[in-house]
């Protein structure tokens, strides 16, 4: 135990964090614990390594997918910030919290959420989710479950459903509209405990 | 001049000499003479007891604290960061479902995944039981309070105190006793390997080990209550209990006598056990014998089958798990299919955590550690004897063994492998994700293809 200021202080750029990413001082205390905890040298960034080390992460379909999430192209560190950043797409949806106009959007928006799966599927990132990068997925997900032919006839009908253009592609746009009636803010938030 | 200097030179002297006697003469009257005996002043249990009222005013005033510098007291939580949802795969997917419409693959199912990866990045079970337990009250080491900060003079000063007793008095006294253990130890077997063999031999091996081992047991100051002791394992056994750190073996061996298992170590190590082995017959392994399973359950067996030889004693996890939970016992020691007695030990982490990080330190770092801690205090609970039943294969008799030992110590029963410290996750674990994933599926549009 101890009081929070100390820890926050050590943290650089601690209040844009939290005002970019509305996490409160409590939860980016957490979050600074945990990520020394998996930066297990204590080099001060987590590399993929560090996060293919969680095994319950592992043992997930599409594991390797998420942890490039937190990766951008070419980078091979995540440092503090970016971890929390990214992390953000998961909080809960503010609900009293004034939109304002003129305010960029916030990081766990509906729209950042669903951007944030679009890039699972979409690894190229050319914008577009091909037959592809479609099949990969499900191979991912469903393993050794399933034969190609059900695999073929599953990515088909997805994207005869969801594309709506006829580009044999599925873009955000139509990944958007094809989940217009799902419930975003309930799947794709994780609850911080206070 | 420094004539005048003489007479303090001799009447230091004296003093120390003094000193050293009346420490020597305590020493023995308070410690070594019971450890011979087994029995005990009581004066553990009263340090003990005080350490708790002063743990208790030190948590109070470091809230008051907090509270008048109108700072938020960061209070770990041991339960976790996130509210996961113990909600199965098949009713999330059906949730996802737009109602009424048929159960195929949507896009939207990758979020369940994504979610429950995210999750685990945030807090998962496994690294937590590898990472030494957060408290919720400071017992006065730096060392278990993340974030040491001055919140009064009068604490601090206390934790100086502190310091001052840990490392000035208890440490150098604490090594005096491991190493008077250690060295009895080691000498005393030797003498009791002169011995012919037979019942006098074993009666006098017996009375040097526990004579020993409470000798070390006081050097640690570890303070053991034993439940059950009518459980206590026999000969003809295996003991099994769960591992957290090298002085499991001590606590165990204190209270009992049992045959050690182990791989043969060089240097100090190899000569306790080459003593210890003159004594009573232990079971030590050569580095290459250890990966032939065979001959590891071969000796084992062969001990076992000879009831004049003590129970073994192992633990089924292979490394040291920091005393939250059980992990998943290797099945060696379940199939040789004898009477086996699980006993739980639970640290109580207020006064000292006994884990053993072997990543972070070394044994001797470890044992510094622990010596310079206030106390170990846990509790020894001995199980009644199971044994396997029929129709019972080894790995589900390991985890009837396990789930009752994680049962009675209150630690969390854990499916994982303590191997995954090191290891990486079974292919296995993912493939059982996928198959649930499929029959949601495929299995659905059966049912549609038929109807």
Known sequence: ?194 | MESYLFPFDSLICMLLGISFTVLFTLLLVFIIVPAIFGVSFGIRRLYMKSLIKLFEWATLRMERGAKEKNQHLYKPYSNGIIAKEPVSLEQEIQDMRRGGAEPEFDMSDIFYFCRRGVESIVDDEVTKRFTAEELESWNLLTRSNYNFHHISTRLTALWGVGVLIRYGFLLPLRVTLAFTGVGLLVVLTSIVGLFPNGRMKNYLSDKVHLMCYRICVRALTAIITYHDSENKPKNGGICVANHTSPIDVIILASDGCYAMVGQVHGGLMGVIQRAMVKACPHIWFERSEVKDRHLVAKRLSDHIADKSKLPILIFPEGTCINNTSVMMFKKGSFEIGCRVYPVAIKYDPRFGDAFWNSSKFGMVNYLLRMMSSWAIVCSVWYLPPMSRMEGEDAVQFANRVKAAIARKGGLADLLWDGGLKRGKVKEVFKEEQQKLYSKVLVGSSEDCSRS
């Open chain 1, 1 to 194: 135990m101890g009081s929070t200021n100390s820890t926050l202080l050590k943290i650089p750029n601690v209040e844009v964090l939290m005002q970019e990413t509305g996490f409160s001082p409590a939860h980016i205390i957490r979050l600074h614990d945990r990520f020394k905890a998996l930066d297990k040298e204590g080099r001060g960034h987590l590399c993929p390594q560090d996060f293919g080390a969680i095994k319950e992460l592992a043992m997930n379909p599409i594991g390797d997918r998420i942890i490039g999430a937190f990766f951008s192209p070419g980078k091979e560190m995540v440092d503090f910030h970016t971890f929390v950043k990214i992390l953000a797409h998961f909080r809960p949806v503010d609900k009293d919290r004034p939109k304002e106009p003129n305010s960029p959007e916030l990081i766990n928006s509906r729209s950042n959420k669903l951007k944030f799966a679009f890039q699972l599927y979409d690894q190229d990132k050319d914008g577009k989710i091909s037959r592809d990068e479609l099949l990969k997925v499900l191979r991912a997900m469903l393993g050794m479950q399933v034969t190609e032919e059900q695999l073929e006839s599953i990515a088909d009908r997805t994207i005869q459903e969801a594309d709506l253009d006829r580009d044999d592609a599925i873009s955000f746009e139509e990944f958007r509209k094809s989940l217009e009636k799902v419930n975003i803010d309930h799947k794709m938030s994780i609850r911080f405990l206070r």
